[in-house]
């Protein structure tokens, strides 16, 4: 009799508390702002328990020698490796006749493949087994390139702008950047914005990959984690954590929205100053678009432009052979 | 009494645990926070040219007239404000009351802040935009009266304070830059007029009216005298035709706006349509094109100067594709001339552009199959140290 009343208290304890939790949760998430973050990202630091990555500003390029410049942009160089298979064909050619083609080297890894386009065939239907070996693949075949650029298809970038994020990083140090999320615990990049490894980080990377314990090769089984936290997650193991990529005044480089989703939501929320809070002029990514408005987006960012404003950049990067919509 | 107390602190201890595991639960599943900055945090410094409150516009009855056009953060636009100064175009911009908030005030907030005057030309006068109240009806078969009276306006109230009048619609997007450009080549002297040119039913041809186009004083001069002397008529309401009709009576030459390499600039369609789209052979615009039409990306120049059919939405997004995004250090293939009277300019500008066009065979990027060179090529521009003495712009460019 004891035990059953001593039982019923604790369960009625249990019921209580849980609900007390919630209603204090709910209540807490309607009143309180995002925490803005203080700490300001290193640019030259050992220690990457930072989150921001910052874009270096005008002054500190031009205080530079320049023959550091010169060595600076000799290693800056980029291997994509994007995400394609074949019922993305459309997004699969357009990013092939786009912006990869200003990446050092593209590659592209499809779950199966394509007739009409080449890739990397690495037969692997699940997306975080098909990232893993993707990385692995790159890494094996990264030559003497050591940044690299993940992502899908459907996600647009400006391989210039990432350069000139990566410029004065050193990539014999651990960097996996994009635009973080924080879930719970666990700080991640976003897979949709595009992920930004350094050479170190792949071979760190590669490393835990044989941890099956770690780092399951197809991932935890118990409780389903999207390919992005997987790869937080084992990255984490490393000691190596997400950083968010963001131009020399704060502002997010990395986007899985579209220019016009961004700008609508401008619209809506304050009609002012619309196309100045949008989104940052030396973006890296945009996403959500449609492979015809990604052509549209690469005449805007290499072609369009309004004749007399000159931007004296300290660096110069040439169009790429064999083109002519960029 | 040892009963009550016992299940009293099974319940206590119950209620610590259902709490502590829900919020664990919670900060796992529901708890994520974005690193983002909200979106009106950091925003740049650019001049909004946006409120008629005296600050960037000075309200002249109807016109707004530019003090202070938009400036971008660490641009150099010295060459951009001498062609500002030398080339000044009054934009007027045709709309109707229902218009003003819907369209008319999204032009208002992107490019006609680069005009040098704004006119909004309504049917009825709003004194709070402001827009001219040109005393017409709406609709299609009322765009020639408004075009006729929206021109005898600019001329009789503002044409001092401008050499060139353009006419846009509220869905008309205009890169005024690229307009000052084209036209700095010419003098407003010359009786020419510019724009996207069709060819039937005018010997000389006639400019597409949603696409803009844009007139001399000598030839707004001509237009409005033509009405006075009855040479020119109310016609038809096919307002743009009508206009060349019109201009070719007053000896006024409908000029070619193609950029140097023969890209059109004025365009009658969203940018997506004329990059990507492929017209249909039995489409009327084949037919009324003057120049050969080019599908895909060479059918539009760099320095495209406008494009129709835009709504809202995409008004802001050209305006940041045009005036903001851009790649880090990229050298546009296509290198532009500086038009004519501005040679004293920029010789910084001139020069180092001369340099990089002798980068030869500096390639990009991707040379993936070329067992290519990995050795990188210093290309030293020497920066007119005379000009811009603070300038320290030596340039190093990449190449695989």
């Not at chain 2, 080549?185 to 996207?196: D, S």
Request: hydrophobic share 35%; proline share 4%.
């Amino acid at each position: 009799m004891k035990m059953l009343s001593e039982g019923s208290s604790f369960l009625k304890g249990l019921l209580l508390g849980a609900l007390f939790c919630l209603l204090l949760s709910l209540l807490g998430s309607l009143s309180s702002e995002p925490q803005p973050n203080t700490e300001h990202g290193d640019d030259h630091g050992d220690d990457h328990h930072h989150h921001h990555i910052k874009a270096p500003s005008k002054e500190e390029l031009q205080r530079m020698p320049e023959d550091l410049r010169m060595q600076l942009s000799q290693n800056v160089r980029v291997y994509c490796a994007i995400m394609v298979q074949p019922k993305i064909l459309n997004f699969w050619a357009t990013a092939k006749d786009t912006w990869s083609k200003h990446c050092d080297k593209a590659v592209f890894y499809t779950s199966e493949s394509a007739k009409a386009l080449e890739a990397v065939d690495l037969q692997e239907k699940d997306e975080w087994p098909k990232i893993r070996k993707a990385l692995k693949h790159a890494f094996e075949n990264a030559g003497d390139l050591r940044w690299f650029f993940l992502a899908r298809a459907t996600t647009f970038a400006i391989i210039e702008n990432l350069k000139h994020l990566l410029l004065i990083k050193d990539s014999s140090q651990a960097f996996y950047m994009g635009n973080v999320v924080k879930a719970g615990e666990l700080e991640y990049v976003e897979y949709d914005s595009g992920i930004v490894f350094s050479y170190e980080t792949l071979r760190q990377l590669v490393r835990i990959f044989n941890d099956e314990e770690r780092c399951p090769e197809r991932g935890r089984a118990l409780w389903k984690l999207s390919e992005e936290k997987e790869l937080a997650l084992c990255l984490k193991y490393t000691g190596v954590y997400a950083e968010n990529g963001e131009d020399s005044r704060g502002k997010g480089l990395f986007n899985k929205k579209s220019v016009s989703a961004l700008i609508s939501e401008g619209l809506a929320k304050s009609p002012s100053n619309v196309v100045e809070n949008c989104c940052p002029d030396l973006a890296v990514t945009f996403g959500g678009m449609s492979p015809n408005q990604m052509q549209v987006m690469m005449f805007g960012v290499y072609r369009l432009r309004p004749y007399g404003h000159i931007y004296h950049d300290s660096l110069i990067f040439m169009p790429p052979e064999g083109s002519d919509n960029d | 009494m040892m009963k009550g107390l016992s299940s009293r602190c099974a319940f206590f201890l119950g209620f610590l645990v259902g709490t502590c595991t829900l919020y664990f639960f919670l900060r796992q599943v529901w708890f994520e926070r974005s690193f983002a900055l909200p979106a009106d945090g950091g925003s740049s410094g650019v001049a909004s040219g946006q409120d008629v409150d005296g600050k960037n516009w000075k309200v002249e009855g109807s016109a707004l007239i530019n003090l202070n056009h938009p400036h971008l953060t660490g641009e150099d636009s010295h060459v951009a404000d001498e062609l500002y100064k030398k080339v000044r175009i009054l934009c007027w911009v045709m709309t109707g009351p229902s218009n003003l908030q819907k369209k008319a005030s999204h032009v208002k907030a992107t490019w006609s802040r680069h005009c040098n005057v704004v006119v909004f030309m309504s049917s009825v006068e709003d004194r709070d935009f402001p827009a001219v109240g040109l005393g017409t009806g709406e609709g299609r078969d009322q765009l020639y009266w408004k075009t006729i009276r929206a021109f005898h306006y600019a001329l009789e109230h503002h044409g001092d304070e401008a050499d060139w009048f353009l006419k846009a619609d509220d869905d008309t997007f205009v890169v005024v830059d690229n307009l000052r450009w084209m036209l700095a080549n010419h003098t407003p002297e010359e009786p020419v007029y510019f724009g996207k040119r069709f060819k039937p039913y005018a010997k000389q041809g006639y400019m597409s009216g949603g696409a803009g186009y844009v007139l001399s004083k000598e030839a707004l001069r001509r237009f409005v005298e033509g009405f006075r002397t009855k040479v020119c008529t109310h016609t038809t309401s096919v307002e743009d035709l009508a206009l060349g009709q019109c201009m070719e009576k007053m000896g006024v030459l409908a000029g070619d706006s193609r950029d140097t390499l023969h890209r059109e600039t004025f365009h009658p369609f969203v940018p997506e349509h004329h990059l990507t789209g492929k017209f249909s052979k039995s489409f009327w615009y084949w037919n009324y094109c003057y120049y050969p039409i080019v599908e895909g990306p060479q059918c539009c120049s760099d320095l495209a100067i406008s494009f129709h059919y835009v709504d809202p939405e995409l008004m802001y997004i050209l305006e940041y594709y045009t005036y903001h995004l851009r790649a880090y250090g990229y050298r546009h293939r296509y290198q532009p001339p500086l038009p004519g009277g501005l040679d004293k300019l920029s010789e910084t500008e001139t020069e180092a552009e001369a340099g990089n066009k002798d980068s030869v065979g500096a390639a990009g990027p991707q040379a993936e199959e070329q067992a290519k060179v990995e050795t990188v090529q210093a290309n030293r521009v020497t920066p007119a140290s005379e000009k811009n003495p603070s300038d320290n712009r030596t340039v190093t460019s990449q190449e695989k």
